[in-house]
């Protein structure tokens, strides 16, 4: 099923890609438009709610695993978590729209659309740090300690090394997912894009390319909008397993190392 899943959307949509279109700028009412900035907004969101996630997700995670002490608070942290991980991404997209969007008075822009996509983030990221952390064997962390070393200074140069490849698999299913998000974003990002490419202004609306389908499929007027679709379906498919490829192949190969070559 995966194979003939690949298969279709590879077949329909490759023949589309082209330099032109891969840098290009979109049309509204012309044929021949590409996805230059919704490729560019894509990666930049992305690298965005990464950078708020990560420090927040990891802290947390190391906390949870290392510091908080069982009881019904901690317990109740934890449920929280996993309640949030389940939650639909349009729940967290109508959520972004009222904080960000109307209550903060960032309007539709990037910034509000890595903020949201962060919230999306963070309950995953926790629950994988803490696994991560608590995978680790207890003799890293004692002989750690036997050694000298600080609570803090375990946690800063045995614990996370020890835990990185699994912590780097979790961050690419975050980035895998949050690369092919569009509810979030839709409500909160936009549909549009600046003049200016690449754009950096964090108050630019920032739409991605995984919105840019969702447009073309729905409202889109142009009329080689289903060549479009089916060339963007296509290369936010490559651009999601040539990421993950880049990421889980260094891990699969530090894993490896850590293990003693095993």
Same mark, same amino acid.
């Given at each position: ?12 949509? *490759? ?39 990560? &420090? ?19 317990? +109740? ?45 963070? &309950? ?14 207890? *003799? ?96 936010? +498919? ?19 190392? +850590?293990?003693?070559?095993?």
């Amino acid at each position: 099923m995966l194979a003939w899943f690949l298969i279709r959307i590879l077949g329909a949509g *490759s023949p589309k890609l082209s330099w032109h279109f891969i840098t290009g700028r979109p049309e509204e009412l012309m044929a021949g438009g590409g996805v230059g900035p919704q490729l560019f907004n894509s990666f930049y969101i992305l690298f965005l709610s990464l950078l708020i996630s990560l &420090p927040i997700g990891v802290g947390a995670g190391v906390y949870l695993a290392v510091y908080a002490k069982k009881n019904r608070f901690t317990e +109740l942290v934890r449920i929280s978590v996993e309640a949030l991980s389940s939650v639909p991404s349009i729940v967290f997209g109508l959520f972004g729209f009222l904080l960000f969007v109307n209550w903060a008075g960032w309007k539709f822009s990037i910034l509000g659309g890595a903020a949201t996509l962060s919230l999306l983030n963070l &309950p995953v990221l926790v629950r994988v740090t803490e696994e991560a952390i608590r995978a680790v064997p207890e *003799s890293y962390w004692e002989a750690s300690l036997a050694l000298g070393s600080t609570r803090w200074q375990a946690i800063r140069k045995v614990l996370p090394p020890a835990a990185l490849p699994t912590l780097i698999t979790g961050v690419t299913l975050v980035a895998g997912r949050a690369l092919g998000e569009s509810a979030i974003l839709i409500y909160t990002a936009g549909l549009s894009v600046s003049r200016f490419t690449p754009d950096f202004n964090l108050f630019s609306m920032g739409e991605t390319l995984s919105t840019h389908l969702w447009y073309i499929q729905s409202e889109a007027l142009v009329p080689d909008a289903k060549d479009i679709a089916q060339g963007s379906a296509a290369l936010l +498919l490559l651009v999601v397993l040539v990421f993950n490829l880049l990421i889980a192949l260094p891990s699969r190969y530090l894993q490896k190392k +850590l293990s003693g070559g095993k």
